[in-house]
């Protein structure tokens, strides 16, 4: 997988075993311009391509999406405010 970030473009492109390339691009609509598309034009030169639009949802918006989560996520505030955390040693994990 590549990951490039050309302005504020993330890009992910990655060739698949019958050598389909797929990329997704992340993008903010109003940070489209001519540039973009020539990028585009540039990977894929002269290839038929099908380009999708999917608006992406906000992260806070999806961890807020269920009741659970609500209520869990309510609940880790509420720990963290008291001083009710844990230290963990990253490193531990990281050596294994």
């Known amino acids: 997988m590549l990951i490039i970030k050309p302005k504020r473009i993330r890009i992910f492109a ?5 050598k389909i390339m797929y990329t997704s691009f992340q993008v903010k609509a109003s940070e489209l311009d001519e540039a973009f598309i020539e990028g585009i034009k ?7 391509i099908t380009i999708i639009i999917q608006e992406d949802q906000d992260t806070t918006e999806y961890l807020l999406s269920t009741e659970a989560n609500r209520k869990h996520l309510s609940k880790a505030i509420k720990n963290v405010k008291k001083g009710n955390t844990s230290k963990v040693d990253i490193d531990k994990y990281l050596k294994k």
Do not use: F
């Open 14 to 18: 990655a060739k698949l075993k019958n």
């Open 42 to 48: 540039a990977i894929y030169k002269s290839k038929n």
